[in-house]
């Protein structure tokens, strides 16, 4: 198991939770996120890490409760379209012990930057093994996984994960494409696993939270429920 990341109590400071209070305050009246973070993050002084969860971490009320909507746990016997690096980088975040954090739309996000740099391949490789495990323990009916091709060497992580679908007796493959967010986006069956906003938010299918899920049956993780912040839960509950 990697070491726990859940090292909150540097970042979740009382002027913490009152930048967190003041962003979702200012968001729910629609002003521009990236102004907002600019001004709650310069008038609390918030660090890097701390920006980010406040980015990532907190939508309005609206786009919570809409994307919390759309979300399902159960893949058995589904089709599953799956935005691979936006699930594995999740899964290497975690194992590299950045902050990870069940957003106010509840869904998993991490702070982590990676932007497609990889430096550590034997853990990312292992995050390989994480998903196809849990694939295999939940058998889906197939699995299409899609890959930027501007990630370094997306076509070997290509090969190599759908050798370990071969071995494992799942049905699907994996696909090295321009854009995976314009693919994802065009599919119009099955079951999404991302965590990405703006496919989530241009979908029509419903959505899954696959690397939580993996990453709940590897390691028993317990995340950071942004919403538990003082200010947020009692605004985030349906009408």
């Known amino acids: 198991m990697p070491e726990s990341n859940q090292k909150f109590g540097e970042l979740l400071t009382a002027e913490f939770n009152k930048a967190c209070q003041d962003y979702f305050y200012m968001i729910n009246r629609h002003f521009p996120e990236r102004g907002c973070l600019k001004l709650v993050g310069d008038r609390y002084r918030l660090g890097g890490d701390q920006r980010t969860i406040l980015y990532r971490g907190i939508s309005s009320r609206e786009r ?6 759309r979300l399902v746990t159960d893949i058995r ?26 957003s106010t739309d509840g869904i998993l996000r ?8 990889l430096r550590d391949e034997a853990t990312f490789s292992a995050c390989f093994g994480l998903l196809v495990n849990h694939l295999a323990a939940q058998r ?27 071995d494992r007796g799942l049905q699907g493959d994996c696909f090295v494409v321009r854009s995976a967010d314009y693919s994802l986006k065009q599919a119009v069956n099955g079951i999404l696993a991302t965590s990405d906003t703006a496919i989530i938010d241009h979908t029509v ?3 899954t939270d696959l690397s939580r899920a993996v990453l709940e049956q590897a390691y028993n993780a317990d ?17």
């Not at 889906?140 to 071969?166: C, G, N, W, Y």
């Open 110 to 117: 991490d702070a982590g930057s990676l932007h497609g740099r």
């Open 140 to 166: 889906p009916q197939r699995a299409e996984i899609f890959f930027d091709a501007p990630v370094s060497h997306s076509a070997r992580h290509t090969t190599l994960i759908r050798q370990m679908l071969v």
């Open 77 to 102: 016997n589904t089709s599953l379209v799956i935005d691979g690096y936006n699930v594995l980088f999740t899964l290497l975040n975690y194992r590299l012990g950045r902050y990870t954090f069940i």
């Open 64 to 69: 919570s409760l809409a994307r919390k909507a």
């Open 223 to 239: 995340f950071l429920l942004i919403q538990d912040i003082p200010g947020i839960r009692e605004y985030l509950q349906p009408d």
């Open 205 to 207: 299918l419903p959505v």
